[in-house]
């Protein structure tokens, strides 16, 4: 395609490479703020190691969009990994040296698992699986994502079947949440408080009526939302020693030097503020941040001073421009030099949409040289005019990061 | 591909078959997949409502802070704010919201004289689900009720928790079977359902995730809640360049010999202008197909929006002036 030939120029010279990085590293995570294509640049990552450097590579996604899940044969597999067939790398007219699997988070259902590996017997785990509050936290409600993924990614890369592992982090209020989430899971069921809040629960000799606060929880909440609450801690810290031991894992595994962290933003406003921010905060969390990945970046030539002259001047002489092609031109097919006024009006266009365009490309660049004192390696994608939805699209957006 | 929209309000009431008009509700959620310009639609909806003369709060539910920048005020807290002429801003704070909460129902004057609770509360809202769905819904709601405003304007979560917020009153009817907060949960409920008063707004982009995204909400919308998506805004819409003439016309100029005669008449090179109107008009027809595909799986009595795709260097009031008044041009002042 003709927009493959943009300089949206890759990595910055001497400050390493996004290739080089996929080589040394065996977990790279992905993250930053929503709509900015990260599912896509994970995914066509792992694609390039997959083809590029071989051995067994993972991409662990949340939410594909359907066209890409459906091309590379995704739909539907849930938790289970899945090889990518050869067959879809063939049609995009490549032999990949390497296999190439992935593997959608299913929220619900890790929970489940989690549940089965972590409970002391079958009674308690019956118990929690149908335990309403269970049912709500696991299946309803986004934030358990957070802590799912970090559980997925660790589950995995424990089995030791993949020399690469790129995860697509969950979207997130904050995008910080995820790496927090196990260590929030593990505080919660060690709380005093908690064991506090449950004690009359666990205890029939205590008098709940004589405690204020259980007054006003009761007041308020319910006798059976209360009873139903107590019973979920109960039966969850039964498996609070396998949970702590987890979250330390986990965090030992986020910020071991084999794993590290791909920022992915465009160049937009508010995007921009979040990846800024984010990038800070791994740098004080002492997490390896690898790269940022600048996505959708506008075309270079639309930062060309001369061509943004030449862009003034049809506009400004579209007029006279557009009567001497009539005038000189060897008519060529379509004959332009019909209708002088209709040529006017067409270069008054491409002028107009040039200039708009490169105001746009302009603050982007500033945006992008402020963000370059950042990371070891900043890649800029540029603004592919198709959508990707196969593998050939996701091995062109790989070649350009 | 669309979803089978079930009958909502089949007695030809005031309600009817269109929905009310967007400035006429009292409390609009606007909500969207991340990086689509919630935020911002729901500032210009916010602004072009006090240009009608209506009293406004408008209230950032998963504060960034990018509200307050929209009307270059300073940060919102969860006390409302006056930012602009008619325009009172807050964020949420689901905590403040318990207290308030504590304060005005139970008559518990100061949270910190049951301190266990306060403290109690964090963990609570993390494990029990809906805690902070319904602190965050009960404020609006109340707000609402008690009629402070003509409109709340509710710049309300990402597509992924929203549903999980709507139905939270239920979700709560459902667990918790007596007790204060179940009658609570019944009042919210009435105002949720009333389309004439509550309505959801889906911002979204003409792209393929966002346009998927917002399809699969207002099919969730329909099923699952009882609030009725009063409107989907498609932003950053790119201009149409040419009719299809004049598309004839910008092919024969990509012609080398041609291409080359205009460099010379332009006096530069035009290869960089051409290539970025072949850029353009390409963006804007795979947007096109994903707009077609939109209005294809919606239901048809939902007003489908569309705002321009902004060429600026401004991200402030400025911008949010301009939001205000192309969405005032589409819903037809």
Redesign the interface.
Known sequence: MPGAEWAGNAATPGKGSLDGLLAAKEIVIACGPGGVGKTTTAAAAAAMAACHQGGRVLVLTVDPARRLADALGLSGIGNRERRIDDSVFRDAGVSPRGELWAAMLDTKESWDQLVRRHAPDAATRDHILANPLYRNISGRFVQSHDYIAMERLFEIHSEGAYDLIVVDTPPSRNALDFLDAPQRLADFFSSRLLRWLIAPYRSRLVNMASKPFYQVADRILGTQFLADIAEFFILFQSMYDGFVERAGAVARLLSDRRTTFLVVSTLEATPMREAEFFARELVARDLHLGAIVLNKVLPAYFRDPSAARVAQALRDRATDIAGALRDRAAAPAGDPSADPAQTARVLREIADSYLNFSVVARREEEERTEMSAQPEVLAAVPFFDEDIFDMAGLLRLGARI | MPEPVPERDPSPGPAGPEPPHLLDLRLVFVTG????GK?TVAAALSQLAAAHGKRVLVCEV?A?G?LASLFEAAPTSFVGREVAPGIVAMSMDTEASLREYLKLH?R?PVVGR?G??A??FD??A?????VREILTVGKLCYEVRERHYDLVVVDA??T??II?QLTAPQ?IND????????TQTDWMLDILSDPGTTGLVAVTTP????V?ETLELAGRVAEETTVRLSAVVVNRVL?E??GR??E??????R?P??SA???E????????????????V??RR?RAGHLDHLRAGLDPSVPVLLLPYL???T?GLRTTRQVAASLGEELGF
Not at chain 2, 33 to 36: A, D, F, R, W, Y
Not at chain 2, 207 to 210: A, D, I
Request: aromatic fraction near 4%; hydrophobic fraction near 45%; charge should be negative.
């Open positions: 997949k991340g990086g689509v935020t998963d960034k990018d139970l518990i049951i266990p609770l403290r109690a963990f609570v993390t494990a029990a689900p809906g979560s990402a992924g928790h999980g979700a667990l918790v079977k007596v007790g204060l907060i179940r792209e393929e995730m966002p998927s201009p360049l040419f003439r004049e004839e016309v910008f092919e024969s100029l012609d010999a041609v005669l205009l460099s008449l332009a006096g530069g090179e035009v290869g960089p202008v051409l290539e970025g109107a072949r850029l353009a390409t963006m795979t060429f600026t260097r991200h």
